[in-house]
């Protein structure tokens, strides 16, 4: 079962919520030609359960559990625990105690049966402690597989549709951001704006969406169609790949037009690019970064990179028009289009010592597998230019597939190889006019390219230049109670394939690469600037000259950025950091959500948690404190978020400082 077509990489599933079931065999044998599962009571709602006959063991609490084979209760059922008959939070006692007894008594039941899920509703009553309390107890008993899914109803009225989010959120808070928490959200014949509902949702688990059939309308031929703001709605769900509920008016009712209309929106709801199919098993995926200082990359990480064709035909584009510079002005103007855009002046500014016909040296100081020596030849025949390329790796393995290269391209006269540390190694007295290098992290410097070029300066000839010169780094806060619960999950388990045990002592203290998918942004998705390095040993513009660079430039730093709140209440789970870098005059590429260099994907965004998700205001300010610290060993970032109320005029959160002296995350030197 489930609904697929080969464009889309996931599939449609759709399940059914019956009430009164009397024959869960016959229901199952009955639905499961279309439906992947189905939501019943666990109990008949209305088998009302006093204190007195509660326990007691004369009358059968429901059917037994031998009336369908154990597989279905595990794959096919979801069990609806009562809330008709229960008020955990009531405050009249035997009201409460009774509603305990049978929320207890059914969950217990759920579990002796192994379900896939239970489903519970949330509360109709502002007040859920109580209510909370009890589930909190299930979350915590590590035994159980059987996943936990609160039912949401959603108002159409935004007001309304708030306060269910709220509440959802001191749900959330009470019982720990419990991992295996997944949400339902019921739909009625009306939404709230779609604006405020994505906002709000995206960053959640969500498992599936429920609506009632009369929710539907009908169209001229008489089949069941959804409103233009459902098909939105739905459209963008599924691209969440979250499932679909369905519930007719009378538990016999037939639903396979509105099944078949759910695929039908299916077919049509997102068109994927090639590179949007290879990014989807990335989306929310965590990794740790990469140290290719430290650690020698894999020959499959380096082919990984050489896939993204764009990042190096920038690359080339910058290597030409620097070599367009040299060869018309004798010296290049790298920081300053308008210099150079500016003929007659440039023309006196041309550096007389420049010998036209000497080659234009090249440094490709970190080279890889060596994609960028092809693209520093192709850019010399473009610009009709003689050039030298003087490739270094420390990376032996490497070595050796650049030994191979020029070899079989026949480069020996244009490339020399060498091996060993940019940072050490001598090489004679040779130098370059550029110094071309790609040692950039998803947080820009994090893969320590300041450490590795700034005693690179020595090996430029008077007026050369570093490609790239400049890279800054951006932060923004974010929701997403998904990436979150991702490391969470590392937080509470002590085997994982996907980083190492020691990196899992402090879970939250280290940075993630991913590919953030499930998320808002409550102070909008602005990012500001932190950190920004530059490499400018020889400025074309004099005034560039005051800001420090290469050696001078200080290698800690701090920041402190300060964002508003947009939302009415939003729950932050950390933020997201992106860089961008600047090559030759304004030729960049980024991963700065509103500059973003299209297609792209050498880099995903870096999210940076925090151990407590927090809430915040409307108006409130959010602030991220950002510190990037180093030893003789080591580099690290340490970041704390803490919420300012400008009308108190007071600090009213703080998070601790994560990652202090980086006892959860450093990168090697
Ligand atoms: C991100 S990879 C990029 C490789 C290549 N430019 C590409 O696009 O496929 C960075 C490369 O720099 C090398 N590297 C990092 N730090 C270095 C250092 N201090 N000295 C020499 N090579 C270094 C790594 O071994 C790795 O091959």
Same mark, same amino acid.
């Given at each position: 079962m489930g609904f697929k077509t080969p464009e889309i990489p996931y599939e449609l599933k759709v399940g059914r919520d019956i009430n009164t079931v009397f024959n869960l065999h016959q229901v199952i044998s009955e639905q499961q030609d279309y439906f992947d599962f189905v939501l019943v *009571? @666990? &109990?008949? =709602? /209305?088998n009302f359960r006093t204190d007195a006959t509660i326990s007691s063991r004369d009358i059968a609490l429901t059917r037994a559990d031998t009336c369908v084979k154990s597989h279905y209760w595990s794959d096919f059922v979801l069990a609806k625990i009562n809330?008709?008959? !229960? *008020? &955990? *939070?009531? +405050?009249?006692e035997h009201i409460r105690l009774r509603s305990e007894a049978i929320m207890t008594q059914e969950i217990n039941f759920a579990m002796h049966l192994s379900v896939h899920a239970v489903v519970v509703d949330m509360p109709?009553? #502002?007040? @859920?402690e109580n209510f909370a309390r009890i589930l909190d107890q299930y979350f915590q008993?590590?035994? !159980?597989s059987m996943k936990f899914i609160l039912r949401i109803e959603i108002p159409s009225e935004f007001q309304e549709a708030e306060e269910q989010y709220e509440k959802y959120t001191q749900f959330k808070m009470l019982c720990g951001h419990y991992n295996g928490l997944q949400i339902i959200l019921q739909f009625g014949a009306n939404l709230p704006s779609w604006d405020s509902f994505s906002k709000r949702w995206t960053g959640d688990k969500i498992f599936g969406v429920q609506l009632d059939t009369d929710s539907f309308l009908t169209n001229q031929k008489g089949y069941p169609v959804l409103s233009k703001a459902h098909q939105e709605t739905f459209k963008w769900l599924m691209k969440q790949n979250v499932n679909f509920i369905l519930k007719g008016?009378? +538990? #016999?009712? *037939? /639903?396979d037009k509105h099944y078949q209309y759910l695929c039908h929106l299916f077919k049509n709801h997102d068109v994927l690019d090639e590179e949007e199919k290879i990014e989807v098993s990335y989306r929310n995926f965590l990794q740790s970064p990469l140290q290719p200082l430290a650690d020698n990359l894999e020959a499959a990480t380096y082919e990984v990179f050489e896939n993204d064709t764009i990042k190096y035909d920038i690359y080339e584009d910058s290597l030409y028009r620097a070599y367009q510079d040299k060869k018309k002005y004798g010296r290049f103007f790298q920081t300053n289009a308008s210099l150079a855009n500016n003929d007659q002046e440039n023309i006196e500014m041309r550096d007389p010592s420049s010998d036209p016909d000497e080659p234009i040296v090249v440094m490709y100081f970190g =080279? $890889?597998? $060596? +994609?960028l020596i092809r693209r520093a030849i192709k850019a010399a025949q473009r610009a009709d230019v003689k050039i030298k390329v003087i490739a270094l790796d420390k990376n032996p393995n490497a070595i050796v597939t650049l030994r191979n290269m020029i070899i079989d391209e026949n480069l020996s006269d244009r490339v020399t190889l060498f091996a060993g540390d940019m940072r050490k190694i001598a090489i004679g007295d040779l130098q370059g006019d550029i110094l071309m290098s790609e040692l950039l992290g998803s947080f820009g410097d994090n893969e320590l390219s300041p450490e590795c070029l700034n005693p690179t300066d020595k090996f430029l000839k008077k007026g050369g230049i570093f490609i790239p010169f400049s890279y800054t780094n951006y932060v923004v806060p974010i929701s997403s109670q998904i990436l979150w619960n991702e490391v969470n999950v590392y937080a509470n388990s002590t085997i994982s394939n996907r980083i190492s045990i020691s990196q899992q002592l402090y879970p939250f203290e280290l940075p993630y690469v991913v590919k953030i998918y499930s998320a808002t942004y409550p102070c909008g998705d602005k990012t500001q600037e932190v950190f920004t390095f530059r490499h400018i040993p020889y400025p074309d513009d004099p005034k560039i000259a005051h800001i420090p660079e290469g050696e001078g430039q200080s290698m800690r730093k701090y920041d402190r950025k300060i964002f508003v709140v947009k939302e009415e209440q939003s729950e932050i789970h950390g933020f997201g950091g992106y860089f961008t870098a600047e090559l030759y005059q304004e030729i960049i590429y980024s991963t700065n959500p509103e500059v973003h260099t299209p297609k792209m994907h050498s880099w995903f965004p870096m999210y940076f948690p925090v151990k407590e998700p927090f809430i915040a205001f409307k108006g409130q300010e959010v602030i991220i404190s950002i510190w990037r610290n180093n030893s003789q060993a080591k580099v690290w970032y340490e970041w704390s978020m803490s919420v300012y109320d400008p009308v108190k005029n007071k600090t009213i959160y703080s998070t601790h400082i994560h990652n202090i002296n980086g006892r959860g995350f450093s990168i090697g030197l």
């Open positions: *009571d @666990i &109990c008949n =709602a /209305l809330s008709y008959m !229960t *008020d &955990c *939070d009531s +405050p009249y109709k009553s #502002s007040r @859920i008993n590590v035994h !159980t008016k009378h +538990p #016999s009712d *037939d /639903l =080279a $890889g597998r $060596g +994609p």
